[in-house]
């Protein structure tokens, strides 16, 4: 039984790494202070003898020392993402994902936690075109929120030199899955498009729809943050890894294959009409992670592919969201 502190618990990652790890026979803490994430998203784990939540802010150092004192590891998803809430307000998103991001760092330092993993981004590769992305050629950031990610990625090497402490940064590229949400300005492209089509309402792709990323589904998100964890190898350790697939789909496609997926519950979304709209600011052209790398250090292999995770979260959707 290992303790584990998830930070952003309440978020869609977060949330499906509780219900993992308390699946899995640990303890876990979950501090979150519901920014974007939601109380319904662990609910159902607030009555486990295990599962213990702090509601708080990872801006708040103190805070953060209470919730990382006695534990084991730190998963740390607390963030504020998407690049469109960045470029609207740059402050909040440094001072979350920046200084929030210190303070735990910080925290696990002194608490001598076993390990600290995070969750980066596939935002870090900024301009760079190099496709398929290798972790050790980026470019410069697109947008307030890359230049947070990346900033994490230097206190986490900086860290580990000057204190010791055992870091592995994951670089998350686009995850879907159950659980995200679907609503609001800066909702993520997949759950928006589901909820529209279920709803026989035309999605809207930015631009004509070619540009095209590793759509990486939740469960290898998970298997990446457990075998982070469990990696001996001490050339496995204080890095970043890509986390993703090492496969590209065009918005295009993506809207096909959510098309076919949808229809077998409502034959009627086969027809829904697709609109194209303007591209938006930050968004990198195309993003394809190489994998080799996790596969090679952490023993990672992905479960599933973009079709097996669409149908699953789909069915998801239609399930608790129709
Ligand atoms: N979803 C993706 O495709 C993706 C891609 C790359 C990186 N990431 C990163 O993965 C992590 C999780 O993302 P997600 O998609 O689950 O987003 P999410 O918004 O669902 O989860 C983030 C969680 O952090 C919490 N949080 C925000 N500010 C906080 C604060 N000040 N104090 C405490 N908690 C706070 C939120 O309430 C939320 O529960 C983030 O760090 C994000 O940047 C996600």
């Not at 994490?152 to 899955?177: H, M, P, Q, W």
Request: proline letters at 4%; glycine letters at 8%.
């Amino acid at each position: 039984m290992k303790r584990i502190l998830i930070t952003g618990g309440a978020g869609f990652i977060g949330s499906n790494l509780c219900d993992y790890f308390i699946s899995k026979g640990n303890q876990v803490t979950c501090l979150d202070n519901f920014a974007t994430g939601f109380r319904y998203n662990i609910e159902h784990l607030l009555s486990h003898p295990d599962f213990k939540l702090i509601e708080g802010d990872i801006r708040d150092l103190a805070t953060c020392q209470q919730a990382a004192a006695d534990q084991d590891y730190v998963l740390h998803q607390a963030a504020l993402g998407s690049v469109p809430r960045s470029i609207n307000d740059p402050i909040t998103s440094n001072d979350v994902n920046v200084g929030g991001f210190l303070n735990m760092l910080v925290a696990a330092r002194d608490s001598g936690v076993k390990r600290f993993i995070y969750a980066a981004s596939s935002s870090t590769y900024g301009d760079s075109e190099t496709l398929p992305k290798v972790e050790e050629v980026i470019g410069k950031p697109l947008s307030p929120y890359a230049i947070t990610k990346y900033v994490n990625e230097l206190y986490a090497d900086v860290f580990s030199k000057t204190y010791g402490i055992e870091c592995i940064g994951l670089r998350y590229f686009n995850v879907f899955g159950r659980r995200q949400h679907p609503n609001g300005a800066y909702a993520a492209v997949i759950p928006k498009f589901v909820i529209q089509l279920m709803n026989h309402e035309s999605p809207v792709i930015n631009g004509t729809g070619e540009y095209s990323r590793d759509f990486t589904y939740i469960d290898n998100v998970i298997q990446m943050n457990e075998k982070a964890m469990s990696a001996e190898n001490k050339e496995a350790l204080n890095t970043v890894y890509n986390t993703a697939v090492g496969d590209r789909t065009t918005l295009n496609l993506l809207v096909e294959y959510l098309k076919e997926y949808l229809s077998v519950y409502d034959p009627a979304i086969a027809n829904v009409p697709i609109i194209h709209g303007d591209l938006r600011a930050g968004d990198i052209p195309h993003s394809l992670a190489s994998i080799d790398k996790a596969k090679k250090l952490l023993g990672y292999e992905p479960s599933h592919d973009i079709k097996k995770g669409l149908q699953e979260a789909v069915g998801w959707y239609w399930e608790n969201l129709k």
